[in-house]
């Protein structure tokens, strides 16, 4: 039982570059979660998904986009990246919307 | 006016010190209220989980919600060097958390 699981631990990407992150979880979690953590600026959400085929915006979308086509994978894509993206990106998961949500070790990306 | 305040710290204690971490709040709809710990370079994990007022206590730590000021605290008996840490309060709308800025705690030998 890996928990959550995030690759790649951190990458570089140049302006204007794409790249997904990927997030996978192997506890049967129906709620999945992306975070972005700046430094001093705590956790913001920027997408979640209550099951396969489900995703909703949450506090700080804009740039970003997500797909869940199974219930353990909720990978988070960036189209264009810009410097206002570099962050510690970081996936959660929960059973449902009152239980503990987990969280993966996270993805540092730096956009130069 | 952000939703959840938390001081940033840092906060520097020696061993065996008392902790008070703090956090407060805008929103009375809140309900369920936590504190994650996270280590350098590592993801949160849940230390403490409560449901409206009142306290809670695991071991050394003891979690305290006051609805009526709308302020929660996370207590830290005799603190260990291991008790170092990023602290984050938490707090749920809906199905989504809510976080504070974290408190950057370091416990001296």
């Known amino acids: 039982n890996a928990g959550v699981t995030q690759t790649p631990k951190f990458r570089i990407l140049k302006i204007g570059q794409s790249m997904t992150l990927q997030c996978a979880q192997d506890m049967n979690h129906n709620y999945m979660y992306w975070y972005r953590q700046d430094p001093g600026m705590g956790l913001k959400l920027i997408y979640y998904s209550v099951g396969a085929g489900i995703t909703d915006k949450g506090e700080v979308p804009n740039g970003y986009n997500v797909s869940r086509s199974t219930t353990e994978d909720f990978p988070l894509r960036l189209e264009l990246a810009a410097p206002s993206q570099t962050s510690v990106y970081f996936c959660?998961?929960?059973?449902?919307?009152?239980?503990?949500?987990?969280f993966g070790p996270g993805t540092r990306l730096t956009v130069l | 006016q952000k939703e959840v305040e938390q001081d940033p710290g840092p906060l520097s204690v020696p061993e065996g010190a008392i902790v008070s971490l703090n956090c407060t709040y805008s929103n009375s709809a809140f309900q369920y209220f936590m504190w994650y710990r996270q280590y350098s370079r590592k993801g949160p994990e849940l230390l403490m989980y409560t449901y409206s007022s009142g306290n809670k206590e695991d071991g050394r730590f003891t979690a305290q919600v006051d609805k009526s000021s709308k302020y929660i605290s996370l207590f830290i008996r005799d603190s260990q060097p291991s008790d170092s840490a990023t602290y984050l309060c938490a707090m749920k709308e809906g199905g989504k958390l809510i976080f504070g800025q974290g408190t950057e705690l370091s416990v001296k030998p």
């Open positions: 959660a998961s929960s059973y449902s919307s009152v239980d503990t949500q987990y």
